[in-house]
């Protein structure tokens, strides 16, 4: 045991080449993930939270994608610089990658026993009989009834919800040490998916695993998270502990967000959308929705992420401020139309 983390993702910058320009999906972003911790990674759609996740296992299709810069550190190694068949040897196997879109993970023409044991040959020396009862606990431990008979169904033999536990089976098979769970569970229904929560707490404490955990559920993140990044417009916004994400949010936009979780008294969407991701705008990419924006928030770069706690980091410039005192945005704009007509 060491104390460097599990995981370190530092200032990455993951960028794709397309048609309207330079898409700046993750664009300088940094945490970490402690051996036994959850990180919660939230955000609204297209911040750029599955894009940071397969910059971590270098599953960035090339081109378009380009890693422009910053290091993935997976047990002090940088994954950026790994060669092809370490990296190989790592995902399922150390790393369990739980995709957004699974589709593709499955090949329909081998029964689901036959690809998890092939996962677990893969990875552990073991024999075809203990490879098929672990597949057949796995399958059983995700919630697939009859797991016994199940196991040699083919994939198109599965509904959807049970497809995608029998991917989160798979990415667990070899009992990783870090676990990449993108929106695992959102088309499962609510039961199955705190049965699959209470599995990755299980494996969490028995053998102390990492995991990062997409989701857009707030009250998932609750249920689950030690540690929560707010990611906006590629940006980490905000991160701390869930308890101070939850009781002492910082960053507008994560207010934001919370204001939006069922029982609190605004269920609308935050209002207005993501910036430009070829041309985001100067200053906090938040600003343009921001009500707490002044005209410092809308030059210069995104501020950086000030230290405001114990582990408790926002990128915004009035972190210092009480936002109850903070100018009407009326007034600002009035102060900024006189300031203008005076130069
Ligand atoms: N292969 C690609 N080519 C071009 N742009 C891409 C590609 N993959 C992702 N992007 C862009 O990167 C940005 C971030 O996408 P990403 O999928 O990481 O968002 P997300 O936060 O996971 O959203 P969601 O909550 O909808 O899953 C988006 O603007 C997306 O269009
Ligand atoms: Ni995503």
């Not at 699959?196 to 969490?204: G, H, V």
Request: proline share 7%; with cysteine; hydrophobic share 35%.
């Amino acid at each position: 045991m060491t104390d460097e983390p599990l995981l370190s993702i530092q200032d990455v910058q993951t960028y794709f080449h397309t048609d309207d320009g330079l898409v700046r999906a993750v664009d300088g972003v940094s945490f970490d993930v402690d051996r036994g911790e959850t990180v919660c990674v939230v955000g609204e759609s297209g911040s750029g939270k599955s894009v940071t996740c397969e910059t971590v296992t270098q599953l960035i299709p090339m081109p378009p994608g380009e890693i422009a810069g910053g290091e993935v550190y997976f047990d002090g190694v940088d994954m950026t610089a790994l060669p092809d068949d370490e990296l190989r040897e790592l995902r399922g196997g150390r790393i369990g990658h739980v995709f957004q879109n699974p589709q593709g993970a499955l090949n329909p023409v081998y029964t689901v026993g036959y690809q998890i044991r092939e996962a677990i040959d893969a990875h552990h020396d073991v024999s075809k009989a203990e490879a098929r009862q672990r597949a057949v606990d796995l399958l059983e431990a995700v919630g697939i009834p009859e797991a016994a008979t199940r196991v040699d169904d083919y994939p198109h033999e599965f509904s959807g919800g049970m497809k995608q536990r029998v991917v989160i089976a798979m990415a667990l098979v070899c009992e990783p040490d870090l676990l990449i769970a993108d929106e695992p569970t959102t088309a499962l229904d609510v039961t199955i998916e705190a049965q699959i929560l209470d599995l990755f707490r299980d494996l969490q404490d028995e053998y102390d695993m990492g995991i990062v955990f997409v989701t857009h559920d707030l009250g998932v993140v609750a249920e689950i998270a030690d540690t929560v990044v707010v990611m906006y417009a590629g940006k980490v916004m905000e991160s701390g502990s869930v308890e101070d994400i939850f009781e002492n949010p910082a960053h507008p936009y994560t207010k934001a967000l919370l204001e939006c979780l069922p029982g609190q008294s605004n269920l609308e969407p935050i209002p207005g959308s993501l910036p430009s991701t070829t041309d985001p705008p100067d200053g906090c990419r938040f600003h343009d929705r921001c009500e707490y924006a002044t005209e410092e928030c809308r030059v210069g770069e995104q501020p950086p992420l000030y230290e405001i706690g114990d582990e408790h980091q926002v990128s915004c410039i009035h972190w210092r401020d009480d936002i109850d005192e903070l100018p009407d945005p009326a007034e600002v704009h009035d102060a900024t139309v006189s300031l203008e007509g005076e130069l």
